[in-house]
């Protein structure tokens, strides 16, 4: 896999409770889902180098594994806070998490001195929260929107290098108009990918 492919790749093999999958695409690693377990099955570089995760919901089966994330990346060596975002109420939603853990990342960091320093452990909010149309992530070439229904769920739009995938978990409904022109659709009606990564873009190709 090259750093230029656009790809969707299952957070785990295993069966999990929410949806979950990592999106690579201009060298960076986004992570769409916070169910438990998501951890699982990532190696350390993929927790460490993890560039920002996107929340589908605030229900518990969609945000159960984001403290799993927080903990797990800061102690894989990541070096800075973990950039999240999400539906209205994600960043009450983190400051309340990061404060659950200030004892424990306290402990954390004089017996076990992580990498990063002690900030890298915590969740950071990213731009958008409470606005129901935002672009949240951008590097320029890879561009992360996000759209709020009017419930605690979200879907985002990923585009790079002029292709488009749609994520959005389950309780969406999508109106045909937001579909029109996306390479890959995944939602909950479609076949996640659950072993193999799924390419929108790769070599030129697109699936």
């Given at each position: 896999m090259h750093s230029t492919d656009f790809a969707v790749l299952p957070c785990s093999k295993?069966?999990?409770?929410?949806?979950?999958?990592?999106?690579?695409?201009?060298?960076k690693r986004v992570v769409f889902g916070a169910p438990a377990g998501m951890t699982l099955d990532m190696t350390q570089a993929s927790l460490?180098?993890?560039d920002a995760v996107?929340?589908?919901?605030?229900?518990?089966?969609?945000?159960e594994g984001l403290d799993e994330m927080r903990n797990a990346a800061w102690?894989?060596?990541?070096?800075?806070?973990?950039?999240?975002a999400g539906p209205s109420g994600t960043?009450?939603?983190?400051?309340?998490?990061?404060?659950?853990?200030?004892?424990?990342?306290?402990?954390?960091?004089?017996?076990?001195?992580?990498?990063?320093?002690?900030?890298?452990a915590l969740l950071a909010?990213?731009?958008?929260?409470?606005?129901?149309?935002?672009?949240?992530?951008?590097?320029?070439?890879?561009?992360?929107?996000?759209?709020?229904?009017?419930?605690?769920?979200?879907?985002y739009v990923v585009d790079y290098v002029d292709h488009t995938a749609l994520i959005a978990g389950c309780g969406i409904e999508l109106p045909d108009?937001?579909?029109?022109?996306?390479?890959?659709?995944?939602?909950c009606e479609s076949n996640w990918p659950t072993a193999d990564p799924v390419f929108v873009f790769r070599?030129?190709?697109?699936?």
């Open positions: 295993r069966s999990l409770p929410g949806a979950c999958v990592h999106v690579l695409a201009g060298g460490r180098n993890t996107m929340l589908l919901s605030l229900r518990g089966e969609d945000i102690r894989a060596g990541r070096e800075s806070s973990l950039p999240v960043g009450d939603f983190l400051g309340l998490l990061n404060r659950a853990y200030e004892v424990s990342d306290a402990l954390i960091y004089v017996e076990d001195r992580p990498a990063g320093g002690f900030d890298a909010l990213l731009p958008g929260d409470g606005e129901q149309v935002a672009t949240v992530f951008d590097t320029g070439d890879l561009r992360i929107s996000k759209f709020e229904t009017g419930t605690d769920r979200a879907f108009s937001v579909t029109d022109g996306i390479d890959l659709v995944l939602d070599d030129g190709v697109v699936n």
